[in-house]
C-alpha cells in the first residue's frame, strides 16, 4: 500500500494530486505542524531523517522530495501517461525545464519574499525593529520583489502560448509547478497576469485536484 505522510501548509498536496491522477490506491498519514511555528513534528523523522514533507512510502521503500516522488511515480505506475509524447521533443524540454523550475528557480524567490516579509513582524527589542524593518524592506525593494516580478511575466508569457506547461495537456510538470503556482496567487497580487490566474483556476477546476481538497482540505500556504 502507498502512502503519502501529509504535512499540513507543506508541499505534500501536489503529491496526493499526482496520486489521484494516477489514479493509484493510497492512504494518508497526517501530520500537524507545532502551533505558532512552521516546524514539522519530531514523528516524520522517524519516516525520513530530515523530517520534511511530502514524503512516501510504496512497501519498504521510502521516496522523499517532491520531484524524485513525481517521477518515481511515473516510472513504476505511469504507463507514459502525464507525460509528453516520445517523439514530441520541445514537449519534452518544456517538461524537463518547468520540472526543475519550480523548486530550482521560481521557490527559492517565493521563500525569501516570505523571509524578508515576516522579519518586521516577529518580537525583537524595540530599538532592533527599525533597522530590521529598513533592511527587510529594502532587500524585498531591490532585490526579491524585482526578481519575483521577471518570473511572473516570464510564466505569463509562457501561459498566454500553452494552456499547460509543457503544452496543451497536462503533464506532470504542472503538477510539480502547482505548489508555486498556487502560492503566487497566497502572496502576490495576480490583477496583471491573467494568463497566470487562468491556469491557477484551470488548476484547482481539475477533478483529481478537487478530490485531494476533499480528502486533505485546501492547500494552506504559510504566510
Same mark, same amino acid.
Given at each position: =500500500?502507498?502512502?503519502?505522510?501529509?504535512?499540513e501548509?507543506?508541499?505534500?498536496?501536489?503529491?496526493?494530486? =499526482?496520486?489521484?491522477?494516477? @489514479?493509484?490506491?493510497?492512504?494518508?498519514?497526517?501530520?500537524?505542524?507545532?502551533?505558532?511555528?512552521?516546524?514539522?513534528?519530531?514523528e516524520?523523522?522517524q519516516?525520513?531523517p530530515?523530517?520534511?514533507?511530502?514524503?512516501?512510502?510504496?512497501g519498504?521503500?521510502v521516496?522523499?522530495?517532491?520531484?524524485?516522488?513525481i517521477?518515481y511515480?511515473?516510472?513504476?505506475?505511469g504507463? @507514459?501517461?502525464?507525460q509528453?509524447?516520445a517523439?514530441?521533443?520541445?514537449?519534452?524540454?518544456d517538461? #524537463?525545464?518547468?520540472?526543475?523550475?519550480?523548486?530550482?528557480?521560481?521557490m527559492?524567490?517565493?521563500?525569501?519574499?516570505?523571509?524578508?516579509? /515576516?522579519?518586521?513582524? #516577529?518580537? =525583537?527589542?524595540?530599538?532592533v525593529k527599525?533597522?530590521?524593518?529598513?533592511?527587510?524592506?529594502?532587500?524585498?525593494e531591490?532585490?526579491?520583489?524585482?526578481?519575483?516580478?521577471t518570473?511572473? @511575466?516570464?510564466?505569463?508569457?509562457h501561459l498566454?502560448?500553452?494552456?499547460?506547461f509543457a503544452g496543451?495537456?497536462?503533464?506532470?510538470?504542472?503538477?510539480?509547478?502547482?505548489?508555486? =503556482?498556487l502560492?503566487l496567487?497566497?502572496?502576490?497580487d495576480l490583477?496583471a497576469?491573467?494568463?497566470i490566474?487562468?491556469?491557477?483556476q484551470?488548476? /484547482?477546476?481539475?477533478?483529481?485536484?478537487?478530490?485531494?481538497?476533499?480528502?486533505?482540505?485546501?492547500?494552506?500556504?504559510?504566510?
Amino acid at each position: =500500500m502507498l502512502t503519502i505522510h501529509h504535512l499540513e501548509k507543506s508541499r505534500s498536496h501536489r503529491i496526493l494530486w =499526482m496520486l489521484e491522477l494516477l @489514479g493509484l490506491d493510497y492512504q494518508i498519514k497526517f501530520y500537524q505542524r507545532a502551533p505558532g511555528v512552521l516546524l514539522a513534528p519530531p514523528e516524520l523523522k522517524q519516516i525520513h531523517p530530515l523530517g520534511k514533507s511530502p514524503v512516501i512510502t510504496d512497501g519498504e521503500l521510502v521516496v522523499a522530495e517532491s520531484g524524485a516522488i513525481i517521477e518515481y511515480l511515473l516510472q513504476r505506475y505511469g504507463e @507514459g501517461r502525464f507525460q509528453p509524447a516520445a517523439d514530441d521533443l520541445q514537449g519534452w524540454v518544456d517538461y #524537463r525545464y518547468w520540472l526543475h523550475y519550480a523548486e530550482g528557480s521560481l521557490m527559492p524567490v517565493l521563500l525569501m519574499k516570505l523571509v524578508f516579509t /515576516q522579519i518586521a513582524k #516577529r518580537p =525583537m527589542p524595540f530599538f532592533v525593529k527599525p533597522v530590521a524593518k529598513g533592511i527587510s524592506s529594502k532587500v524585498l525593494e531591490t532585490f526579491v520583489q524585482p526578481n519575483l516580478d521577471t518570473h511572473l @511575466g516570464f510564466i505569463e508569457q509562457h501561459l498566454k502560448q500553452h494552456q499547460w506547461f509543457a503544452g496543451d495537456q497536462l503533464t506532470a510538470a504542472d503538477v510539480q509547478m502547482s505548489f508555486p =503556482m498556487l502560492a503566487l496567487a497566497g502572496r502576490s497580487d495576480l490583477s496583471a497576469y491573467p494568463a497566470i490566474q487562468a491556469y491557477n483556476q484551470r488548476l /484547482q477546476a481539475d477533478p483529481a485536484w478537487q478530490k485531494v481538497v476533499t480528502k486533505a482540505g485546501p492547500l494552506q500556504i504559510p504566510a
